[in-house]
């Protein structure tokens, strides 16, 4: 019994160490993008810029164009939690796991601050693929009030040089 304890803690170590891992791998790829990035969203321009910001522990997102948005990634112990400051008014927090292949981020939502029944509704998901160093693509999902998924949202960015 005394051994099956012992191996079961192990596991559980094992995993969680796997998990921690993972995310920190997730958050240091989200560091890579740091600079200026163009392209295009719904057939018309955009830009949008990556800063490291304090002491390495945040990654600020900055998406200008008709409505600025400003997202902030960071690790929260062993998670890697992104909050989405929204042109709808409201704040998404979500969850992100990496693929396998180590090229795409996934973000799941997980709560959200100011999201009031007047609001159009939130970011519910986001995915980030990152193929090489100078390129990458990001989509935005957006759940309405309603419940339904309104509106995919696809930047195709390079690198500006």
């Not at 200026?36 to 997102?61: D, I, L």
């Not at 990458?136 to 309603?146: I, M, P, Q, V, Y």
Request: charged share 20%.
């Amino acid at each position: 019994m005394k051994a099956l304890r012992m191996l079961l803690t192990a596991v559980v170590v094992l995993v969680a160490f796997a998990y921690a891992s993972e995310s920190q791998a997730s958050f240091e790829k989200l560091k890579s993008l740091e600079g200026t990035w163009t392209g295009k969203a719904m057939g018309q321009e955009v830009e949008v810029s990556f800063r490291v910001t304090s002491a390495g522990s945040a990654v600020m997102s900055e998406i200008r164009g008709k409505e600025d948005m400003i997202t902030m990634f960071h690790m929260a112990g062993d998670r890697l939690m992104m909050t989405h400051y929204c042109g709808a008014g409201n704040q998404p927090r979500m969850l992100g796991k990496m693929s396998p292949d180590g090229k795409t981020i996934s973000f799941d939502y997980l709560d959200a601050t100011n999201l009031l029944p007047e609001q159009p509704g939130h970011m519910q998901h986001l995915v980030i693929t990152i193929p090489d160093a100078d390129h990458h693509t990001e989509s935005w999902e957006f759940l309405g009030a309603d419940g339904k998924t309104h509106q995919n949202e696809v930047f195709e960015l390079q690198r500006a040089k």
